[in-house]
């Protein structure tokens, strides 16, 4: 029996497409990552060596399932040996970071690849050593710290940091920046920059739009280096092509070798990132880049229900700018879509809280089991909306984790990675948040030894200097010995952080928790080598230090955790869940209202209304179809926003669906009074 046996005929058609550009347009549930490992098991059988495959995606979690299904299926089929060692399929799933294997495909992230080029070349790229990662708290540092210097104080920080980082995703360099600059703000972002970029080298550092910019860079201009990694990879799988910026998809286009043998895999209709640089017409033009492309459509969806799918289908029919694509599936066709309509959004969040509690109380899944906490994901359109959500869910005693709450910003978390890069690489960032943590090292010594003066320091202040020293290089030594767990629960008793959190009643219990969960998601690695002698790496330790530096919201997300998801719609892209709600079905909510002179990502300076209508559409599209079983969508009659409670205008989408796909759920059933 061939694999392939397993697949519609559209999927055999894509798997069996291995030589040349193809482009896969995969809708919601259509099966892309089962398509994307059984293409790179035909590869293999027809005899590439695993390692000259490469696949990409966008997310630690999206890699570290498409590398479990990949390398699962090779050793399945007997294409990969089987894994006797100890960090077997199950210890790779649990290795965010961990994408790549000598003898097996490589599958990574964008940022995960342009740091490896990064890592392989820092010499010709004018690194002294393998470049720290800023993450996004250690670029606001900066950019707050470059407008101070420059006494500018009429914008706002993190749209600085936005417009730099967009600029980036276009492949513009500050040289370049500054050259186009044309108007008050744009000098204004150049003169932060320079200062930015100029921090940024003093560390020997790189932000997240860095890795890829350089490495792109890099590869442009570097010949040798670009046949190189052309030769190391020659068949290339893009995932969620639709989210690639410009950056991505030069660095894609510069790893494709003469056979031109490119696979893309995306889907127009879920392009929702072009406010932060994704270029729809990556995708649109595939066919124009490779020329004589092959495009293979996939329409059959294997997740939700045909009545979720009816209602997404009619919704994003109305965008004019895509390929026509129709859903199916040979699932029920299952229930209407729940809709509510609330006075407030504390009706909104106490119907939500209620009816959850409720199907939690009687409800079953398709499968016939009782439902779970687990089993539902509540959707909005802005974070400002949970707010409401948590505090009904939380009355009502339902379980729930907000995605979005960045575990590795958390400051005894960041102080920790801190202990860990500072003595390896006394990156001055880091010095600096250490000399915070230990106890006796005030500001003005702290500037000293930033400005390379400790030895000018005297008396006690001294020696609790010098006992800085010794303690990271205590903690240097033991990166060689100890596995990444247990160098956690050294840093955490050594520096007084977990005595320090003993005591403190107030916040100290959680902290010190959130000191344990480290160490716990340390542990994933400690399979891993602790210390190799002959090129002085340490795999296990390094795997996890770049985890924690690309990790991203889904990364947050608990598997293991039973409790109601609650998330905006952008960070439920590529989930799924049994039952969902979407909440905030209002007109300038969702859609969204936006202010249409920002920045587009062609360059041309401005985004059209009529681009972000489009997106939100697909905005509802992608969010309806996370749902396997149920969809409910709320909407409010007032919203306060601001402070201000508003009338509001119910939402041009749910007048998309047909009447015959929706149920009202009825207020007088719930003991409420009806607003209609």
């Known amino acids: 029996m061939s694999h392939t046996?397993?697949?519609?005929?559209?999927?055999?058609e894509a798997v069996l497409c291995t030589e040349g550009p193809l482009l896969v347009l995969a809708g919601a549930g259509a099966g892309k990552t089962r398509v994307i490992a059984h293409r790179i098991l035909e590869i293999v059988q027809r005899g590439t060596e695993p390692e000259h495959v490469l696949a990409i995606t966008f997310t630690n979690k999206a890699a570290g399932e498409m590398r479990e299904r990949v390398v699962g299926l090779l050793r399945e089929q007997g294409a990969l040996p089987p894994d006797a060692t100890s960090h077997s399929r199950h210890a790779q799933k649990s290795m965010p970071g961990f994408f790549g294997r000598a003898g097996e495909p490589f599958v990574s992230t964008f940022h995960s690849l342009g740091l490896l080029v990064l890592k392989e070349n820092y010499k010709e790229l004018g690194y002294k050593r393998t470049p720290a990662i800023y993450d996004r708290t250690d670029s606001m540092r900066e950019i707050k710290a470059a407008m101070k210097q420059l006494g500018i104080e009429d914008m706002e920080p993190r749209t600085v940091l936005g417009v730099i980082s967009k600029t980036k995703g276009q492949g513009i360099a500050l040289e370049e920046f500054i050259e186009k600059g044309e108007n008050f703000r744009d000098r204004a972002v150049a003169s932060v920059w320079n200062l930015y970029d100029q921090a940024l080298r003093k560390d020997a550092a790189v932000d997240f739009d860095d890795l890829l910019l350089r490495s792109m860079r890099f590869l442009e201009i570097n010949a040798e280096a670009r046949v190189r990694y052309q030769a190391r990879w020659t068949h290339i799988h893009i995932d969620e092509y639709q989210d690639t910026n410009r950056v991505q998809a030069q660095m894609a286009h510069l790893l494709v070798g003469p056979a031109r043998n490119i696979c893309a895999v995306g889907d127009i209709d879920q392009t929702i990132y072009g406010w932060r640089g994704a270029e729809i017409a990556n995708i649109i033009q595939f066919e124009r880049t490779y020329p004589g492309a092959k495009v293979v459509l996939l329409e059959e969806n294997y997740r939700s229900t045909q009545k979720i799918l009816d209602a997404a289908n009619t919704v994003i029919a109305k965008n004019p700018n895509r390929p026509e694509k129709n859903l199916f599936t040979k699932n029920s066709e299952g229930e209407q879509i729940g809709i509510y309509q609330a006075f407030d959004e504390t009706d909104e969040a106490g119907f939500i809280a209620r009816k959850i509690g409720e199907l939690l109380r009687d409800g079953?899944?398709?499968?016939?089991?009782?439902?779970?906490?687990?089993?539902?994901?509540?959707?909005?359109?802005?974070?400002f909306q949970s707010r409401a959500i948590e505090e009904q869910l939380l009355a009502a005693g339902v379980p729930y984790q907000v995605l979005g709450t960045r575990f590795f910003e958390r400051k005894e978390v960041k102080d920790t990675l801190s202990f860990i890069r500072a003595a390896l690489l006394d990156t001055p960032a880091d010095i600096h948040r250490v000399t915070q943590v230990l106890p006796g090292i005030g500001k003005v010594t702290a500037l000293k030894i930033?400005?390379?003066?400790?030895d000018t320091l005297r008396g006690a202040i001294a020696q609790k200097v010098q006992a800085m020293r010794t303690l990271l290089a205590r903690i240097r030594e033991k990166t060689s010995m100890l596995p990444p767990s247990q160098l956690i629960q050294f840093i955490a008793t050594e520096s007084g952080m977990e005595k320090l959190f003993k005591e403190d009643k107030l916040e100290g219990a959680e902290r010190l928790e959130n000191l344990r969960e480290l160490g716990a998601l340390a542990a994933r690695y400690d399979a891993l080598p602790t210390y190799i002698a002959d090129d002085e790496t340490r795999p296990a330790l390094d795997a996890f230090m770049e985890s924690a530096a690309l990790a991203s919201d889904q990364d947050e997300l608990k598997d293991e955790a039973n409790a109601v998801r609650l998330m905006t719609i952008h960070a439920?892209?590529?989930?799924?869940?049994p039952i969902v709600f979407i909440t905030g079905f209002e007109e300038g909510l969702f859609p969204y209202e936006r202010d249409y002179t920002s920045s587009d990502s062609s360059g041309s300076g401005q985004r059209s209304g009529k681009d972000d209508q489009e997106e939100e559409r697909r905005l509802c599209y992608v969010a309806i179809t996370r749902a396997r079983e149920k969809v409910f969508l709320t909407f409010a009659s007032y919203r306060t926003i601001f402070g201000s409670k508003n009338a509001t205008i119910?939402?041009?989408f749910i007048g998309d669906i047909p009447e015959h796909l929706l149920e009202w759920e009825s207020p007088e059933r719930l003991g409420k009074t009806i607003y209609l």
């Open 5 to 12: 046996d397993r697949l519609n005929p559209a999927q055999r």
């Open 650 to 652: 119910r939402s041009q």
């Open 450 to 454: 930033l400005a390379g003066q400790e």
């Open 364 to 383: 079953r899944g398709a499968d016939g089991k009782k439902l779970q906490p687990r089993d539902f994901a509540v959707l909005y359109r802005a974070n």
């Open 572 to 577: 439920s892209k590529g989930l799924e869940f």
